[in-house]
DNA sequence: CAACCGCCCTGGGTGC
DNA sequence: TGCACCCAGGGCGGTT
């Protein structure tokens, strides 16, 4: 669920609520959260025990603290992440995976995850184009809200590519931060289907869609994200409310708010686009 | 090398 | 009530 702008909500939150803070305690109650750390959960703990936290960053759906031991905590919230502050004693959530105590006795930070395909792990940085990243961020491309983000380019290569326009959007190497929530309401804004081969978008089409991305990742984080359930929630376990704007994703049967044609759902890698069939004809 | 497939994992929902 | 099954899905490793 946390694509771009549920991550940004994220890191603002962490931003606000983390940054300046010394850590002084970890426990990692469930290994499967630091998987990617291979050294392993005491190491995990060791190193990050007395470092203070220096900034909280973002790419596409990756996030992490940059910490003043010179290394990055590094997240991806997979499908389920949330990232809480929570007053100490305040009851472990079920799916409570990693707790962070601080010096100033403050709040907790802490990790819980229900699928456990997200994780935390501990890396080194490096230069990548003039930019400290971390090691395992190093392939991801920039997202739409970087200020270097180079639309021009994305197009060139996105129409260099011999592949079907959503595949190539939910390419994290292309441009980065769009999900298939995302992926199925730029396409649904610019009359698109998701099949439609990519070296034959005009480059106007091709912008367009991009364009339509990153406006609709700008909208839903006015809102604080998009939330169908408890998965997706900001550090203080509130919900974000642009699901009640979707026109495409999970709307099936309902009508296209802009031609009446009932939505339609089909099967897509192993998971599921919705678009319009008026507006988004399947191509030929 | 680019494209693509299958797997990782859990729990809420549904149908029988 | 209980069981089997389906579905959500980003990223990565392996294959074509």
């Excluded at 994780?119 to 392939?139: Q, R, T, W």
Aim: aromatic share 6%; net charge positive; with cysteine.
């Amino acid at each position: 669920m946390p694509e771009l702008p549920e991550v940004e909500v994220v890191r603002r939150g962490l931003e606000s609520h983390a940054s300046g803070r010394t850590i002084t305690h970890v426990d990692v109650m469930h290994p499967r959260a630091i998987r990617r750390h291979l050294p392993g959960a005491v190491d995990f703990a060791d190193r990050l025990t007395g470092v203070r936290i220096d900034a909280v960053r973002r790419r596409g759906k990756y996030l992490w603290v940059e910490l003043d031991s010179g290394e990055a905590m590094l997240a991806h919230l997979g499908m389920s992440g949330q990232m809480l502050v929570r007053d100490e004693g305040y009851e472990d959530e079920k799916h409570l995976r990693i707790r962070f105590r601080f010096a100033d006795k403050g709040p907790e930070l802490r990790f819980v995850d229900q699928r456990t395909f997200g994780g935390l792990a501990l890396s080194e940085m490096v230069k990548v184009d003039e930019e400290l990243l971390p090691a395992p961020v190093a392939h991801i491309a920039r997202d739409p809200m970087d200020p270097a983000f180079d639309a021009r380019e994305v197009v060139k290569a996105m129409r260099r590519k011999h592949t079907e326009v959503k595949r190539a959007l939910l390419d994290q190497t292309l441009v980065s931060g769009i999900g298939n929530i995302y992926a199925d309401e730029a396409l649904w804004r610019t009359k698109l289907h998701w099949a439609r081969p990519t070296d034959k978008l005009t480059a106007p089409k091709a912008t367009g869609l991009l364009q339509a991305a990153t406006e609709v990742m700008n909208e839903a984080l006015k809102v604080g994200g998009t939330s169908f359930d408890a998965l997706y929630v900001n550090i203080n376990g509130q919900s974000g409310y642009f699901d009640r704007s979707l026109n495409a994703y999970g709307q099936e049967g309902k009508p296209c708010t802009r031609c009446g044609t009932a939505i339609r759902r089909e099967p897509f890698m192993n998971r599921s686009s919705f678009s319009c069939p008026r507006c988004q004809p399947h191509p030929r």
